[in-house]
């Protein structure tokens, strides 16, 4: 596994690359030409130029995320097929520069959705939380309004402003567009790229909906085991293949996250790994990554992604803010630097125990 981190680009990140770089244990960045708008092809110099900072900076781009996906290719609309083949051309182009990985959502209008973007949590740090108590009161442009109030400025990844200026435009393109459309118009798209990705060995990574069921009446197709099981059938191909983001599926307490990773194996081509905490029906909040802190089980995560071969890049995933740091939320610096720490320990745990739980190695002799 290749631990990494999200940076967002020079101009959008509070985070600096050189600040990445001292993370222990982090040799990758997973980034995104983040002023390029969904269906717009991306140039070769500015991939070029952003490897060359990661890499200026003793880093690699271990994947995109996101090439986002243009309404069009998501609603099967008559201009999808020159939206598809502007995709192609980045993905030639991303894969001319060496990069082999790319983060994608099939999420209608909105990408994830939060009610409080600063939930004040016990310890004093802020976090990012969702009630659908709140969701079922108010309507779409109040919960962007409010978003947007809570952003500190920073532009939110799905969330920009380009998208959210035309809320009842996009609400109008997907009048009609059920859940079996969509799986349609995601099996169109990928049996477009799929040729492509083969001939540059570029690893589609499809992101899980979050939070996991319909909001707002628009449907969702990727929310559990037996969807995501239907996702990856669509196309006989490991290129096509799954984000696991825990923090998404988990968001639902009935997803077994490590029973979806064993049955997604081999096709899970890049990991999210964070904790929520379940407040009760429809209300969780991120915590911190430790497992006491959350609902999840951390340890369980990483040891199904080890016993199936995992072998891909992994990211902490949102953090809470702390210490004082005034960030982008869910993506500063400190909580995710803490989340791959512990993400790291785990992995060393796990790869130095044997099956039946003893020590191996050298490390049998430290601990005699
Ligand atoms: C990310 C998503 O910040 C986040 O919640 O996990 O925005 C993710 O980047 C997109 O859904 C992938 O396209
Ligand atoms: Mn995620």
């Not at 899980?208 to 995501?228: M, N, Q, S």
């Not at 049955?263 to 991120?286: C, D, M, Q, S, T």
Request: aromatic content about 8%; hydrophobic content about 35%; overall charge negative.
């Amino acid at each position: 596994m290749q631990m990494t981190m999200r940076w967002f680009g020079h101009g959008y990140d509070q985070v600096t690359l050189e600040q990445i770089r001292q993370v222990p244990g982090v040799t990758g960045i997973i980034t995104t030409l983040y002023g390029t708008l969904p269906g717009e092809i991306w140039e070769k110099e500015a991939i070029l130029s952003l490897k060359d900072k990661a890499e200026s900076a003793g880093l690699f781009i271990a994947g995109i995320e996101s090439v986002n996906i243009h309404d069009a290719i998501k609603t099967g609309s008559p201009e999808r097929d020159r939206y598809i083949d502007n995709y192609i051309t980045t993905l030639e182009r991303l894969g001319e520069a060496d990069i082999h990985l790319v983060c994608y959502n099939f999420m209608p209008v909105f990408d994830w959705t939060r009610t409080d973007l600063a939930k004040k949590r016990t310890d004093g740090s802020t976090t990012m939380a969702y009630d659908q108590k709140i969701i079922d009161t108010i309507d779409p442009d109040a919960m962007t309004n409010s978003i947007s109030a809570q952003s500190k400025g920073y532009v939110l990844a799905g969330w920009e402003p380009e998208r959210l200026g035309r809320l009842q435009e996009l609400f109008a393109m997907y009048k009609g567009i059920d859940q079996e459309r969509l799986f349609d118009n995601l099996q169109y798209f990928i049996k477009r790229i799929m040729p492509v990705c083969d001939a540059y060995n570029i690893n589609m990574a499809i992101h899980p909906d979050d939070p996991a069921w319909p909001v707002f009446g628009l449907p969702r197709i990727v929310t559990d085991k037996e969807k995501l099981l239907r996702v990856i059938s669509l196309e006989d191909d490991v290129h096509h293949g799954v984000t696991l983001c825990t923090g998404s599926l988990g968001t639902n307490p009935a997803n077994d996250i490590p029973g979806i990773i064993r049955a997604l194996k081999g096709r899970i081509h890049f990991a999210h790994v964070r904790n929520l905490r379940h407040n009760g029906p429809g209300n969780f909040e991120e915590s911190a990554h430790l497992s006491a802190d959350g609902s999840l089980d951390m340890f369980a995560v990483m040891k199904a992604l080890c016993d199936t071969g995992f072998d891909g890049p992994v990211r902490p995933d949102h953090g809470r803010a702390i210490w004082g740091e005034e960030a982008m939320p869910g993506y500063g610096l400190y909580d995710r630097a803490l989340g791959a720490s512990y993400l790291n320990g785990i992995l060393e745990a796990i790869e130095k125990m044997n099956h039946d739980g003893t020590l191996t190695g050298k490390e049998q002799y430290a601990s005699e």
